[in-house]
């Protein structure tokens, strides 16, 4: 097949394009690569061209990052209009097109009090009335090469082989639930493949089934950097209030366990990023 991928050079982008690549033609589609695949650009005629070409179409983009990110920029003006128009100019392509696509959306879909949340809420309902299907992330994590948009694993190692004491934006008690990017991409080509199945399912959780607190997961990246021979202390923030970090923890659908499992545990998921940033 012919896909595209919007957001290829993102977190999630970059693994798919890499795992897809081996059987199916992929266009890749980021501004990173160059202005003219700049998703705000009304009636892009390369994103125009692409979409004609292509049989199905991942929906990555998003101006996002991390916890940090989205405390700092979510209520901003420049936030929010780069993704309401990343939105609409992209939507509105798809419903004149009618291909197929899958639309990257977040487990915050359901926090009303998050604006990221809530244009991925959006999402959602534009994606249904289009008769595609919205995946909900919960946590992925992988290799990542924007130092301001790292999501906590990736930032983690970063900061520990810069410093032996890291102090963490919070007090590590909320938990989260953690999808490593390989088993992700895998996940997504199964929902491609099986795209008339999956459907009337409208929404799909990717998760791993299994919640953490960063408590642990800070205890659980300490260890692996013993192995390597340095010793990392990670200093939880107790005055942390913050919604984003401390948001009530949602439960993820587990009906798409009938179809796919993760085949990576943490540990292995973080020796993988901590392997490649040690090269």
């Known amino acids: 097949m012919n896909i595209l991928i919007l957001g290829s050079e993102g977190q999630i982008g970059k693994h798919l394009f890499n795992h897809l690549k081996k059987k199916h033609k992929i266009f890749s589609f980021d501004l990173l690569n160059s202005n003219s695949e700049d998703l705000r650009i ?81 999402g959602e309902d534009v994606t249904s009335s289009l008769n595609c299907i919205s995946v909900k992330f919960w946590n992925v994590y992988g290799i990542e090469n924007d130092p301001k948009k790292n999501h906590v694993v990736t930032d983690f190692i970063l900061k520990g082989l810069k410093s032996s004491v890291v102090k963490m934006e919070t007090n590590g008690k909320e938990q989260r639930d953690f999808l490593y990017a390989d088993d992700c991409c895998e996940a997504l ?13 409208k929404i799909i959780d ?71 940033y040690l090269k």
């Open 42 to 122: 009304y009636k892009n005629k390369k994103l125009k061209s692409l979409i004609k070409k292509s049989n199905f179409i991942f929906f990555l983009a998003f101006d996002v990052g991390g916890s940090k990110y989205l405390k700092n920029y979510q209520y901003s003006y420049k936030f929010l209009l780069n993704n309401i128009s990343i939105i609409k100019n992209t939507f509105e392509e798809f419903a004149i097109s009618k291909k197929k696509f899958i639309f990257a959306s977040s487990q915050m879909s359901n926090m009303n009090y998050s604006p990221y949340g809530i244009l991925k809420k959006i």
């Open 189 to 201: 080509e199964i929902i491609m493949n099986n795209f008339n199945k999956f459907k009337n399912k």
């Open 206 to 276: 990717l998760h791993s089934g299994k919640f953490i607190s960063i408590r642990i997961l800070a205890k659980t990246i300490s260890k692996i950097f013993l192995t390597y021979g340095k010793r990392v202390k990670f200093v939880p923030n107790k005055n942390s209030t913050d919604k984003v970090q401390n948001n009530l923890m949602n439960k993820g659908n587990d009906y798409f366990f009938k179809y796919w499992k993760p085949k990576y545990s943490l540990e292995q998921g973080i020796k993988k990023i901590f392997e490649y």
